[in-house]
């Protein structure tokens, strides 16, 4: 028997276990995998494709539903993503700089004389074939969140440094409006979600969308297959906003920064951290002295950018528990970005519980007595799951 005939079996079974309670799902998922395996053992395939994936958002592929999901005949084959330059990839500390400003990045806590004068929000994808992404080492705040069944998303956030390619960029959803909107960036996205659409109305927010109007302002790679190789630059986004007339004034909404960097030095040791997102999106960060950073990698692998071949690294890692619901048959969610949760927060090669909530513009950590926790300047991470993932360090 065919994969083909058998897979409308097994995306209604994936779509029953979405509703499950959330201690039955992995053993049923491992079971589904189990079958899968043997069945493309059985058939005969001539390329490797990677899985069918949600979200034909950007509507690249002429479908009539921006928001539908890729049909089983769609070629979503992606071109063999670039090495690193070494197996670890190249260790840097992103922060080195000679600029000998006096003025300090609100969002970076580090010197920067040529900070935007508005943040940039940038969609980002995350499916396996998107990496290794461009630019994302460049960003001030990341937010990595599920967006539809296992597939996580990064809303990277842009103030300090002003790179020249960004990507592959994706859709967005109504919570990501919500961070955006709250900080008040400019919004940069590849199609939506109608709750996507109606939150981008509800909010007033600028954004820049390449599926309804705004093509100029994005390319394609043809080294990669669509819909995984549209990509932005901050430079084509300024031009952007000063041919639309948008505005660019901005109050900082900053963190609160320890200048020494050492900002944590309470909690458990934790030198490696464990964020089991679904399927193949298991997060690792691994604490490296040298350069004062977490290393991030995915799946056992170092995540790099693809453009230098730097790891991407976090100077703080922010870990959200957040309530998430499965809204519909392709599985888009609703997830609590305002808060406020339970969580964690790791600096310095160690972690302590927190209470998240946003305000003023950012998620931000607070201790047991509400006092706010300070950043160590640098890249912060802020990773949103649900509440019965079990998040793991030492």
């Given amino acids: 028997m065919s994969w083909k005939r058998l897979r409308p079996w097994f995306r209604k079974t994936k779509e029953r276990t979405l509703n499950w309670p959330g201690r039955f799902r992995p053993a049923l998922f491992s079971v589904i995998a189990l079958a899968m395996i043997i069945v493309s053992?059985?058939?005969?395939?001539?390329?490797?494709?990677?899985?069918?994936?949600?979200?034909s958002e950007e509507n690249h592929l002429g479908q009539s539903n921006p928001d539908g999901l890729l049909s089983d005949n769609t070629d979503v084959t992606a071109s063999t993503p670039p090495e690193a330059p070494n197996s670890s990839g190249t260790i840097v500390n992103p922060d080195a700089t000679t600029d000998q400003t006096s003025l300090v990045d609100a969002l970076r806590g580090t010197p920067s004389s040529n900070s935007l004068s508005r943040p940039i929000m940038v969609m980002v994808e995350n499916s396996p074939a998107a990496r290794p992404q461009t630019g994302l080492e460049k960003a001030d705040v990341i937010y990595e969140i599920l967006a539809e069944g296992e597939i996580t998303r990064f809303a990277a956030i842009f103030h300090s440094k002003k790179p020249g390619t960004i990507g592959p960029v994706r859709s967005i959803r109504p919570y990501y409006v919500q961070i955006g909107a709250a900080i008040d960036a400019v919004i940069v996205h590849a199609g939506w979600s109608q709750d996507g659409m109606n939150a981008i109305k509800k909010y007033k927010a600028d954004h820049f969308d390449q599926v309804y109007g705004d093509e100029a302002y994005y390319w394609r790679d043809k080294s990669r297959k669509m819909p995984h190789n549209l990509y932005t630059g901050i430079d084509r986004i300024l031009k952007g906003i000063e041919a639309k007339k948008k505005r660019t004034d901005w109050t900082a909404k900053g963190f609160l920064f320890d200048p020494s960097g050492n900002a944590l030095q309470i909690g458990e040791?934790?030198?490696?951290?464990?964020?089991?997102?679904?399927?193949?999106?298991?997060?690792?960060?691994?604490?490296?002295?040298?350069?004062?950073?977490?290393?991030?990698?995915?799946?056992?692998k170092p995540h790099y950018d693809a453009e230098t071949g730097n790891d991407l690294m976090a100077a703080n890692l922010l870990i959200c528990k957040s309530k998430h619901?499965?809204?519909d048959e392709k599985f888009r969610r609703d997830v609590d970005v305002i808060g406020p949760g339970k969580g964690?927060?790791?600096?310095?090669g160690r972690i302590i519980p927190i209470t998240w909530k946003m305000s003023a513009g950012l998620v931000r950590a607070f201790d047991a007595s509400g006092t706010e926790l300070h950043m160590n300047p640098g890249q912060t991470w802020i990773q949103f799951v649900q509440p019965e993932f079990k998040v793991a360090w030492k």
Avoid: F
């Avoid at 053992?41 to 979200?55: A, F, M, R």
């Avoid at 464990?274 to 799946?299: C, F, T």
């Avoid at 964690?344 to 310095?348: D, E, P, R, V």
């Fill in 325 to 327: 619901k499965v809204l």
């Fill in 344 to 348: 964690w927060l790791a600096q310095n």
């Fill in 41 to 55: 053992g059985c058939t005969s395939v001539s390329q490797t494709t990677e899985p069918i994936q949600n979200g």
């Fill in 269 to 300: 040791a934790a030198t490696e951290v464990h964020i089991p997102y679904l399927y193949g999106y298991h997060v690792d960060y691994a604490w490296n002295e040298k350069v004062a950073r977490y290393v991030r990698s995915m799946n056992n």
